[in-house]
């Protein structure tokens, strides 16, 4: 396992900046996921601790060790690529041993890893196989079979499960959560798919334009989040945002005149609710709105709701209880479940 520390990490092409004074403490046997959108960063900086790319400016250290000149060769860490990057002329077994032949270990202890990986990954039936003759989730579990076997100090995954259909996204996410489980190594993860990072992370850094607008537990960043950005990227369904104003000891907003709301700033605010905190007659305060889509989703049902202002506003519902498009419903809001957010879009905690 490795604990890694990041200080005042920087990389510019040129003239162009992508990671800007970045500060990151990685726990020994975490498994940590970087998220934001594209072009953020994300897997320049993956790429940076990986060894592929140069640091600009900063500190990069592994177990109290700096690293900023050390080759990936000698980092002690293995990478999955978002490519399978399979030697398609050789089998299953031999591409998990390739590398270990270079790291000249003895044909036995070569077998044993192979042998072992393939257990933990339920591939044993395949190790006499050629790439083209796997399914795409076989070959990422071949990927990722081939870093176990080197037994690194850090797993390093840049967006593994991007290739794969939506059935086998979801079934190897089960499967490399439970492959943490069982090895508990220190795990960075880079994704544009904020359902993989809130189900797989013990942590999630949330990135924009090269910073780090969050980091924490995916409960703290669902619950708590920083600011409108981290309140927009984090949940699905996407989090209500609600533009208001708060003068003489009042909240208001276009459809909620008088909100039980007191000790913020006057100024304007955004008033931001989770989708599952939408009430249908029932709340703190009140609106007449317009049904205008239902989806139908099986256990959970989504409701698009106009209110009168034009402002849309989204109600998970359970299962098929639900309204129908055109139907006139009053949708409530509880103070409690209110995010306020001021002027710059920062967090005012209540």
């Given at each position: 396992?490795?604990?890694l520390?990041?200080?005042?990490i920087?990389?510019?092409y040129?003239a162009v ?8 403490e990685v726990v020994?046997g975490?498994?940590l996921?970087l998220?934001?959108p594209?072009?953020?960063?994300k897997?320049t ?6 060894g592929?790319e140069?640091?600009?400016?900063g ?6 060790r ?7 060769s ?21 591409n998990?041993?390739?590398?270990l ?6 044909r036995?202890?070569i077998d044993s ?7 933990i990954?339920q591939?044993e039936?395949?190790l006499d196989r ?10 990422q579990r ?5 870093s176990?076997v ?7 995954f ?10 086998l996204?979801?079934q190897?996410r089960v499967?490399?959560?439970?492959l ?6 220190t795990?960075?993860?880079?994704t ?6 809130m189900?797989?992370?013990?942590r999630?850094?949330?990135l ?6 969050q ?11 920083a600011?409108?950005?981290?309140a ?13 104003s ?15 709301l007191?000790?913020l700033?006057?100024?304007?605010l ?7 905190a939408?009430?249908?007659d ?16 099986g256990?959970?049902t989504?409701?698009?709701i106009?209110l ?11 299962g098929?209880?639900a309204?129908k ?8 809001i ?11 879009g ?5």
């Amino acid at each position: 396992m490795a604990q890694l520390s990041l200080k005042h990490i920087g990389k510019t092409y040129g003239a162009v900046e992508v990671i800007r004074d970045l500060n990151l403490e990685v726990v020994d046997g975490e498994f940590l996921v970087l998220v934001g959108p594209s072009g953020c960063g994300k897997s320049t900086l993956l790429r940076m601790i990986a060894g592929l790319e140069d640091i600009s400016e900063g500190t990069f250290s592994i177990d109290g060790r700096v690293v900023n000149d050390l080759p990936a060769s000698k980092r002690d860490l293995s990478m999955v690529f978002q490519s399978y990057a399979l030697y398609p002329h050789m089998s299953v077994r031999k591409n998990l041993a390739f590398g270990l032949q270079n790291m000249r270990l003895h044909r036995a202890e070569i077998d044993s890893r192979v042998a072992e990986a393939a257990r933990i990954l339920q591939i044993e039936p395949l190790l006499d196989r050629k790439p083209r003759q796997l399914s795409g989730g076989q070959k990422q579990r071949v990927a990722i079979g081939r870093s176990i076997v080197r037994e690194p100090k850090l797993f390093l995954f840049d967006e593994p499960l991007s290739n794969l259909d939506a059935e086998l996204r979801v079934q190897m996410r089960v499967e490399l959560a439970a492959l943490y489980e069982r090895l508990k190594t220190t795990m960075i993860y880079v994704t544009h798919d904020q359902v993989e990072a809130m189900t797989l992370a013990s942590r999630i850094v949330v990135l924009r334009g090269g910073k780090v607008e969050q980091v924490g537990t995916p409960v703290e960043l669902y619950t708590r989040p920083a600011n409108l950005f981290v309140a927009g990227f984090i949940g699905s369904p996407k989090i209500n945002m609600i533009p208001a104003s708060y003068e003489n000891g009042a909240a208001r907003t276009a459809d909620f005149p008088t909100l039980p709301l007191t000790g913020l700033p006057n100024g304007p605010l955004t008033l931001c609710l989770r989708p599952e905190a939408v009430t249908l007659d029932g709340g703190d305060c009140q609106a007449q709105g317009r049904v205008k889509l239902v989806e139908y989703l099986g256990a959970d049902t989504l409701v698009h709701i106009d209110l009168p202002s034009g402002q849309s506003l989204l109600f998970h519902a359970n299962g098929r209880d639900a309204q129908k498009a055109g139907q006139t419903v009053t949708v409530g809001i509880n103070a409690a479940d209110l995010h306020v957010f001021d002027a710059s879009g920062n967090r005012i905690e209540r």
